[in-house]
């Protein structure tokens, strides 16, 4: 791993502590919550494995058709719908894949409400993988998991960010017929530390642990979500996305991973079998797909991932488009986001004891940036009068 010499370079996917031989590669947190490989020289042999498997320095191949194809989807079962961070289109995959005695992996909460990749081959165990998570996910060693499903003939489904996709066909070294890989469209991935802050400081304000977490509720529409929380002491949390202090910290990219501000997997076509996002603007490019309950942006990129979309078509309300146009409002989907000026002024006081009032104080936008944004959006409208 001596070439990953910055912070930048390294995505923490896992993939090399995960293939290492010695097991002489653990994954640590450094001082912003972020986990690193960090090696025991002592036991490692220097077989430059690590180094194969690691998707910023070997990007992996992706079979991809002549063109991409990319649709504007939502399931029709409004159960899943509701549940669901944006059209429900993961549940649907999942499902396929289960029904064939397959497995799916993706990012779960755990007792404690941090997010870790875990394996799931029930149906009624699903609903752990559905939602936005807001953090980086610990992969762990569901790589390796994964390996041991495929050998064994098992379908498996495995979805999370871009490079970790990428992470886990570098780390797989050949393609399997029975692999399908999600990835979802990713503005950054969010500190572990930030979070756990925003966390002690909501049950301290209620004086009660948290029961349940659900970053995109629907319950003021899709296009405003807000972030639900519920206390084990029967009390609610709910603020709008644009009010409540983590999201605000997460889209002002104050705490995000800094290789997310050189992001290595920006460009078409993505890692993954099937790409999902959150389909913004929608409402203007096909108003009829659009009743604020949430529609997914759908890019299918191998011909492999045409094989498993087109085993749920009969589940949901689907339009084909041009890719460029579905994925221009999604401001992220091709370009990495820059740091937050302040972002080292952020961890370093979060360290130092500040509270989260404090930290979200520190991305507030100044006054005449919002007079002129204001002005703005009242030009949009009387423009539309």
């Not at 078409?268 to 409402?283: K, Q, V």
Request: aromatic share 8%.
């Amino acid at each position: 791993m001596s070439q990953l010499t910055q912070k930048e370079a390294c995505c923490g996917c896992g993939a090399c502590a995960q293939v290492c031989v010695k097991n002489c590669i653990t994954m640590k947190a450094d001082e912003e919550g972020f986990r690193y490989p960090s090696v025991d020289m002592q036991q490692c042999v220097n077989c430059g494995l690590c180094e194969r498997v690691c998707p910023i320095l070997n990007k992996p191949e992706t079979e991809a058709p002549s063109q991409v194809s990319a649709y504007a989807a939502y399931t029709n079962e409004e159960a899943i719908r509701e549940a669901s961070s944006s059209g429900g289109i993961f549940t649907l995959l999942a499902e396929a894949v289960l029904s064939r005695q397959g497995v799916v992996f993706g990012a779960a909460f755990d007792e404690k409400f941090d997010v870790h990749h875990v394996m799931v081959d029930r149906l009624e165990d699903l609903w752990r993988l559905r939602g936005s998570k807001y953090v980086q996910s610990r992969i762990g060693d569901t790589y390796r998991q994964a390996k041991e499903q495929l050998e064994s003939g098992r379908p498996v489904l495995f979805s999370g960010v871009a490079c970790q996709i990428a992470g886990l066909k570098n780390f797989l070294g050949k393609n399997y017929s029975k692999l399908y890989t999600v990835d979802v469209l990713c503005h950054g991935v969010p500190s572990p530390r930030a979070w756990n802050k925003y966390k002690q400081a909501q049950e301290t304000a209620v004086d009660s642990e948290i029961q349940s977490i659900f970053f995109r509720s629907k319950v003021a529409g899709w296009k405003k979500f807000s972030m639900v929380l519920e206390f084990q002491n029967g009390g609610q949390y709910c603020e709008l996305l644009s009010e409540d202090a983590f999201m605000k910290w997460f889209l002002r990219d104050i705490c995000l991973r800094p290789s997310c501000h050189s992001c290595r997997f920006k460009s078409l076509p993505y890692p993954a079998d099937i790409t999902l996002g959150d389909a913004w603007g929608i409402d203007r490019l096909m108003p009829d797909m659009d009743d604020d309950r949430g529609t997914s942006v759908v890019l299918v990129n191998t011909e492999k991932g045409s094989t498993l979309w087109a085993k749920i078509q009969d589940r949901m309300v689907v339009r084909q488009g041009d890719v460029e146009q579905l994925l221009a409002p999604n401001g992220a989907a091709k370009k990495s986001v820059k740091a937050h000026p302040k972002r080292k002024a952020f961890f370093t006081a979060m360290n130092n004891g500040a509270t989260a009032d404090q930290l979200t104080r520190m991305v507030r936008v100044p006054l005449v940036r919002r007079v002129l944004s204001f002005g703005k959006r009242c030009v949009k409208k009387i423009l539309k009068i």
